[in-house]
T-cell receptor, first 114, second 111 residues
């Protein structure tokens, strides 16, 4: 049971490049989310999913796309990287049920856009 | 949508003292309130949570209280130890909806 696995752990992009941050969980969790963490701003929700085929926007969705074709995977796509997207990105998942369950976080991806 | 405010942003205590971190939320429909601890360079980890039908929950040296009328909840850590030093985040969730975090409290416990 690996939990929530994020790849890569570190990435440097040039402005305008695109890339996909990978997230996979092996706990059969229905809920998955992407957060970005910036100093002094806590964890801000980018996109989330309550099940395969269902996604929705969070607080800061601009510049990011997601899809959820399987229960296990929830990739985050940066369409055209900008320096403002330099951040630490966390993927998280939780059991569905009543929705009243804590999230398990991946180890994060530190992204720098130059 | 839900908005969560967290205070203080930094908190320094001496080992053995108690620490209290407070959060307020805006959506009266919120019914789940977890607390996460994040050590430097690590991922956030769930340390305790409370549901809206409960007023208080304890787990050894940590406890969380919830006041639904005032829409605020607090984390209490007793007999603090240096290993409690970390950033603590509160969060609020409305059923199946998104989990919204506070901005975090940096707790420093000095020996």
């Amino acid at each position: 049971n690996a939990g929530v696995t994020q790849t890569p752990k570190f990435q440097v992009l040039k402005t305008g490049q695109s890339m996909t941050l990978q997230c996979a969980q092996d706990m059969n969790h229905e809920y998955m989310s992407w957060y970005r963490q910036d100093p002094g701003m806590g964890l801000r929700l980018i996109h989330y999913s309550v099940g395969a085929g269902i996604t929705d926007q969070g607080e800061v969705p601009n510049g990011y796309n997601v899809s959820r074709s399987t229960t296990e995977d929830f990739p985050l796509r940066l369409l055209s990287a900008a320096p403002s997207q330099t951040s630490v990105y966390f993927c998280a998942s939780s059991y569905g049920g009543t929705g009243l369950n804590g999230y398990t976080f991946g180890s994060g991806t530190r992204l720098t856009v130059v | 949508g839900e908005n969560v405010e967290q205070h203080p942003s930094t908190l320094s205590v001496q080992e053995g003292d108690s620490a209290v971190i407070k959060c307020t939320y805006s959506d009266s429909a919120s019914n789940y309130f977890p607390w996460y601890k994040q050590e430097l360079g690590k991922r956030p980890q769930l340390i305790i949570d409370i549901r809206s039908n409960v007023g208080e929950k304890k787990d050894q040296r940590i406890a969380v209280t919830l006041n639904k009328t005032a829409k605020h909840f607090s984390l209490h850590i007793t007999e603090t130890q240096p290993e409690d030093s970390a950033v603590y985040f509160c969060a609020a969730k409305t059923g199946f909806q998104k989990l919204v975090f506070g901005t975090g409290t940096r707790l420093l416990v000095s020996p």
